[in-house]
């Protein structure tokens, strides 16, 4: 390749045999190497680039759309419970989270806690 | 009594170096094993590699205890000892491997059969299996993009094979040396063993070490090329990555890589193996041998007989310091080629994506890309590049094995 037989004989001499065109089969030895060489790494990685592309599409877009699609269907024909507001449920609520302080708070339980905010609606 | 005294004084080490006609060069080798100790030990450089590097080197460099011997890894050896060799070797063959194996295994100390690991390829692999079982791709599968990044920082590789010729070394000295800006040690020391083993300390060292100074040497270009606009684009969240694309990537990169570049073969495949073990799930045990007991067991044998290569004799000489230089070079050209890549990628995106994670193409995982994200919160404290530079970080390493590849099928024989 290149005038080039043997790869394991410098191209150019740095000796009493030193011809100025040495410099130029050295330069299109290495110019054409470099254009050689980058190609393939980038055609190889464009190869790899798209083989993920399709990866995404088979793998992460279809199966995401189809979930959505399930989702939207199923919340479709599901009637939404409605939840009915009463006085004894809230009750409840404050009993839990008192009673919840209170265990905090007793002695020997080593829990460190503050109450941030406690609202009643 | 007084005849053994002398006769023990005669065969101390000290002796032996003084009455050497080149012992100065010895105590040049001392001083480069210090400062590699220095950057292990204080400077915390890549300590598990450098520190069985610069031990094995004070091994080689021990006169009088003949640790090594590397002429039983070359044809001149052969050549001398076995008559019948010197047609072979004259016709323009070599020496075949069992000859060499059975002459280590019949003659040869412990460096010696530890060296065959080299000599034969088994380290660099086994070194891959367990990086590969330690390596997330999910950020690669996450933003393929960065694959032209990683292609990108091969650039150094290619400059410098160019510029070596120009020095005097054959092509396949200058694709050993080249192979250095993959900044990659196994995949450095994989292509060198086939193409210029008699440089095999040389550029094992200068690729340890640039890829130890990374840190230093990066910076300065990473804010030269790029601007600080560009430096403190945020980028958006990766998508998440499933299961299923985890295990299939290995699969498909083997398949895709090996199928064009049979050479890459060695390291890619055991690269990719060594992730099908982690992300399968199934393979939990096997996964973590090779990312513990099996890597550590093999960088000491690697670092060892690498170190032990680089003797006072064969490592003095003008063309180790051509190495060091060229290596830098490819260093330095391979982290402008991803830098400027982001860049292009950078305005193609319309701004979305920070140059600084192309200069995480350059391999050496995953110190490249901690300093892309080092760059980036210098610019801007509450920037976070890390994850979205490790997608170019795992292509650099795909990248180098590819560059090794197209080295190994022009030059290998």
Same mark, same amino acid.
């Given at each position: ?121 | 009594?007084?005849? %053994? ?30 400062? !590699? =100790? ?21 091994? +080689? ?11 039983? =890894? ?9 008559? &019948?060799?010197? %047609?072979?070797? +004259? ?80 092509? +396949? ?58 430096? &403190?684009?945020?980028?958006?969240? !990766? ?31 055991? !690269? ?20 513990? &007991? ?18 006072? &004799? ?7 310091? =051509? ?55 210098? +610019? ?34």
């Amino acid at each position: 390749m290149f005038g080039v037989e043997n790869f394991k004989e410098p191209i150019v001499q740095l000796n009493e045999n030193f011809d100025i065109s040495q410099l130029g089969t050295a330069a299109l030895y290495g110019g054409a190497m470099l254009l050689i060489g980058m190609l393939t790494i980038f055609a190889v990685l464009c190869i790899l680039w798209a083989s993920l592309a399709v990866f995404k599409l088979c793998f992460h877009d279809l199966p995401a759309r189809r979930a959505r699609e399930k989702s939207e269907a199923s919340s479709d024909s599901v009637a939404t419970p409605v939840v009915e507001y009463t006085p004894a449920a809230d009750a409840e609520i404050v009993a839990v989270i008192a009673a919840a302080i209170a265990a905090a708070e007793a002695e020997g339980s080593g829990l460190k806690f503050r109450v941030v905010s406690f609202r009643r609606k | 009594m007084q005849a %053994a005294i002398e006769k023990f004084l005669v065969k101390t080490g000290i002796s032996i170096l003084i009455e050497q006609p080149d012992w100065w060069k010895y105590l040049i080798m001392y001083a480069i094993v210090g400062v !590699l =100790f220095y950057l292990a030990v204080v400077k915390k450089f890549e300590p598990l590699l450098l520190m069985p590097i610069a031990f094995g080197m004070l091994l +080689a460099n021990l006169p009088g205890a003949d640790l090594i011997h590397l002429d039983f =890894f070359f044809d001149d050896y052969y050549v001398a000892k076995y008559p &019948e060799m010197a %047609a072979l070797v +004259a016709a323009g063959g070599h020496v075949p491997m069992s000859e060499i194996i059975k002459e280590v295994v019949n003659e040869g100390g412990l460096l010696d059969i530890l060296y065959l690991g080299v000599k034969l390829g088994v380290y660099p692999s086994l070194i891959f299996l367990g990086v590969g079982a330690m390596t997330d791709f999910s950020p690669l599968i996450a933003n393929p993009k960065s694959l032209l990044m990683g292609a990108g920082a091969q650039l150094g590789v290619f400059a410098a094979f160019f510029f070596a010729l120009f020095l005097g070394f054959s092509p +396949a000295e200058a694709g050993a040396i080249g192979i250095i800006g993959g900044a990659d040690g196994p995949t450095a020391i994989h292509v060198t063993k086939d193409l210029a083993p008699h440089l095999l300390g040389a550029i094992a060292i200068a690729a340890y070490s640039y890829m130890a100074l990374i840190p230093i040497i990066q910076p300065p270009f990473m804010r030269l090329i790029t601007t600080k606009a560009e430096r &403190e684009i945020k980028m958006t969240n !990766l998508r998440s990555v499933s299961k299923l694309e985890k295990v299939i990537f290995p699969i498909i990169v083997t398949a895709i890589v090996c199928l064009i570049i049979p050479d890459a073969a060695p390291l890619v495949g055991f !690269l990719m193996l060594g992730n099908l073990f982690n992300v399968s799930g199934v393979t939990d045990r096997l996964s973590k041998t090779a990312q513990n &007991e099996l890597i550590n067991i093999v960088t000491i044998f690697l670092g060892v007989s690498v170190g032990a290569t680089a003797n006072a &004799e064969n490592f003095l000489k003008p063309q180790t310091i =051509f190495i060091i230089v060229l290596g830098l070079c490819a260093f330095i050209i391979s982290t402008c080629g991803g830098l400027i890549t982001g860049k292009i990628m950078c305005k193609l995106t319309g701004g979305k994506i920070n140059p600084l994670i192309g200069s995480a193409g350059v391999s050496a995982v995953p110190m490249a890309a901690r300093v892309a994200q080092d760059e980036g919160r210098r +610019a801007d404290p509450s920037n976070f590049l890390l994850m979205h530079a490790m997608g170019p970080n795992v292509a650099g390493v795909i990248g180098s094995a590819v560059a090794a590849g197209v080295f190994l099928s022009f030059f290998g024989s």
